[in-house]
């Protein structure tokens, strides 16, 4: 009883973390309650996409993720760019 507490609450606290990092949290109650210590830490690891500073492709002009070492639309090899462009949950965090 007292361990279906535990995970109960461990899901809850899942569900708020990923709410906080724009992330599902009916997957990560699930995840959260299922494997109450380590899927509280992967989540806390856990680094969203949306998170994930973004560049443009010189080749192509997608937009792909920064740590992208190949574009995903037309090959192209990518340096490591001077410039980055802001993370999609920033973007939405300075639009309001
Ligand atoms: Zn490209």
């Given at each position: 009883m007292v361990y279906l507490l535990l995970c109960l609450w461990f899901g809850v606290a899942g569900a708020v973390v990923a709410r906080i990092k724009g992330s599902s949290m009916f997957l990560w109650f699930v995840i959260s309650a299922v494997l109450p210590v380590f899927g509280l830490l992967a989540l806390l690891l856990y680094r969203s996409d949306r998170e994930e500073l973004r560049r443009q492709c010189p080749g192509c002009g997608k937009v792909v993720k920064?740590?992208?070492?190949?574009?995903?639309?037309?090959?192209t090899e990518l340096e490591f760019p001077d410039v980055a462009i802001i993370s999609e949950a920033e973007a939405a965090a300075r639009h309001g």
């Open positions: 920064l740590h992208d070492a190949l574009c995903t639309s037309c090959g």
